[in-house]
């Protein structure tokens, strides 16, 4: 594959996701929004000039409460942002219920249940079509579109039949599950020829891409060659490239930031704040279901119930950022995750030693690379994952080549990094077993594989991630 980062032609970028890459708050005003997708991109369209549009997370009701946040910025330097406005309405529909209570169980396995309501899924429709229009309306003659992850998969298609001139990219963030899963979807159909109005759709991994194959031939009666879907229309026929295109971080970022003296000593000071202990565990994800945060409690609690773990000397600490508080099974979770940590601490903890460090709550970047540095083993425990970012952070802030990465089997990141202490998450004595060989590993064994894990990450950064797609999508017709 192409790795230079040069693209072969400068045909405008238009970026679409659901969200602009800023946030609002009162304290800050419009800032950066945190988390993989706006990190990933930023560094790529950095060099280059870009529209991004999205929803600004305003709502455009007159009576609502976050009215009082003023317009967003329309951009600085090279970058221009384009706001997308939603209703509470189409917020309620299209993301909290279509998006989040439909679509991301599903492609997760359905490891909750997912709930379809057609009344949801037509505010979707409505959504996808409110983003194509915008699009066809503002994008540049013969742009290069690239539409983001789950909550657009119909924009590809409606933004072809508008504007044909376009080359439109899809890239899904999340897992794309096997047909015995997918199939029970009511829209099916619609979403499999929504994507297909791309001309290239990019997965995490090749099974989702083959997961993907496998349902075009199966519902849309088109016969996939390879990794090519050639679709008939009135105008002609078109070749659909469908590939995988395994997402990375800012690997060299993050290896500077942890490098940095003030980080050093501020991991240094977490340590001590946590009591001085032997071993640290670290679990750091968005309060998601999907995360296995329950599983790796479970896991932990039952090591020190046996006695493997010294509560006296070992500390696991788990950040749980707040996420769809709206959504009824994210609350659900978050009661099991507390539950689990109070009777954990309750059974297990003296006075003066907290076994299990709880924080639901959003952390500074400068922080949580801190929380990196200080952490010995790391735990990523997924039930499903798209790819998984914090495993990758991890061994990038690793500078010394110490650590150890527990990583459950089922993420996208577990395909390029079987250096890991690998874990199926459902297997409570398994994880157990390998948190134990991953705490007490020779020295000389960690840093085996570690410097096998840090290889990967730096190689296949998010750089890379972004040039492939883009000069794939630039020269695939
Ligand atoms: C989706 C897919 C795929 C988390 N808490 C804080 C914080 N974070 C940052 C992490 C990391 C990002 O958020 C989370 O990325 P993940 O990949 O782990 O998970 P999702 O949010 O589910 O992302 C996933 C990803 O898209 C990219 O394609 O890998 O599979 O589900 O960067 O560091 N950052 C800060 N404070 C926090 O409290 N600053």
Known sequence: MDTT????????????????????????????????????????????????????GRFEDPDSDAEQAPPPPTGTGSLKLDEVPLTHAEVEGYYEGCSNGAIWPLYHDAIVTPIYHRTQFQAYRRVNEKFARHVAEVAPPEAVVWVHDYQLQLVPRMLRQMRPDLRIGFFLHIPFPPVEIFSQLPWRRQILEGLLGSDLVGFQTKEAALNFLRLVQKYVALRPGGDRVVVDELSGSRTVRVEAFPIGIRAQDFAELAADPATIERAAQIRADLGDPELILLGVDRLDYTKGIDVRIRAVTELFQDEDLDPDSTVFVQVATPSRENVEEYQRIRDDVELLVSRANGDIGKLGTTPIHYLHQPMRRDELTAMYVAADVMLVTPLRDGMNLVCKEYVACRTEEDGALVLSEFTGAAHQMSDAWLVNPYDIDGVKRSILDAAQSAPQESARRMSALRHGVFEHDVERWASDFLNRLQGSL
Do not use: K, M, T
């Not at 679409?16 to 950066?32: F, K, M, Q, S, T």
């Open 5 to 56: 980062h040069d693209f072969e032609s400068e045909r405008p970028l238009v970026v679409v996701a659901n969200r602009l890459p800023i946030e609002y708050d009162e304290a800050e005003g419009w800032h950066p929004a945190p988390g993989g997708l706006v990190a990933a991109l930023e560094s790529v369209l950095r060099d280059r000039e870009a529209l991004w549009i999205g929803w600004s």
